[in-house]
């Protein structure tokens, strides 16, 4: 079995990871933030880099250095009723709760919904819906071609499209710096603000 990996896989699964831990949060808080922060941008960073990527990435070398086979097996150190409940919580919370919905809105909000006629929003974004989650069914079907799905085809296209938004909003902003940006630094919404991404819950999911 082949263990150690050449530099081109290591880029395939490193595009892989970030495509799968990217979600609909990482478009809106990030932004938000960076709005909110004015010139204490880089204060907003170091919260962004602790919260929304350094606890996401401790998740998944927890998983790595444990060894476990799964979220379960990892919460099952604990015991196992800690175990039953918080495995079934996190999928609770990363499927119909919060996660599966907002994919789906922030994904019609974002792309389409500027761009359709105006009225039957709902009506749109229920056909949205049903497409968007049938090609998701498409690909959750076939796990053993995620890498090659997610890491070399999906992401690269995304990253082409987030590239172009990151130059247009740069050059062309939609809005002002906001005049509260002190508040937002002095409070703790550096560090939690990034929570609402819910990166920190990803690693659990991805096992």
């Given at each position: 079995?082949k263990t150690?990996l ?16 990217f ?15 004015g010139s204490h ?13 350094g606890?996401p990435?401790?998740g998944?070398?927890?998983l ?7 979220l379960?097996?990892?919460s099952q150190k604990v015991?196992?009723?800690y175990a039953m ?7 609770l919370?990363?499927?119909?709760f919060?996660?599966?919905p907002?994919?789906a809105?922030?994904s019609f909000t974002v792309g389409?919904?500027q761009?359709?006629?105006?009225g ?5 974004l ?6 968007f989650?049938?090609?998701v069914l498409?690909f ?7 890498l090659?799905w ?9 990253l082409?499209f987030l590239g172009?938004?990151?130059?247009v909003a740069?050059?062309?902003?939609s809005a002002s710096i906001?005049?509260?940006a002190?508040?937002?630094v ?10 609402r ?6 690693p659990?999911s991805?096992?």
């Amino acid at each position: 079995m082949k263990t150690k990996l050449n530099s081109r896989e290591y880029v395939t699964v490193a595009s892989m990871l970030f495509g799968m831990f990217f979600g609909a949060g990482n478009l809106i808080f990030p932004v938000y933030m960076g709005q909110q922060a004015g010139s204490h941008v880089w204060a907003a960073v170091a919260g962004f880099l602790i919260t929304g990527v350094g606890m996401p990435l401790l998740g998944v070398a927890a998983l790595g250095l444990s060894r476990s086979s799964s979220l379960f097996d990892l919460s099952q150190k604990v015991n196992r009723p800690y175990a039953m409940f918080f495995t079934c919580l996190l999928y609770l919370t990363i499927g119909p709760f919060f996660a599966i919905p907002r994919c789906a809105t922030t994904s019609f909000t974002v792309g389409l919904e500027q761009v359709l006629p105006a009225g039957h929003a709902r009506l749109y974004l229920l056909l949205f819906s049903l497409i968007f989650f049938a090609a998701v069914l498409f690909f959750a079907l076939r796990p053993g071609k995620i890498l090659i799905w997610i890491g070399k085809v999906l992401n690269p296209i995304f990253l082409l499209f987030l590239g172009i938004l990151v130059v247009v909003a740069l050059l062309s902003p939609s809005a002002s710096i906001s005049a509260r940006a002190s508040l937002m630094v002095e409070s703790s919404d550096a560090l939690s603000s990034p929570l609402r991404t819910g990166m920190a819950i990803c690693p659990g999911s991805s096992e």
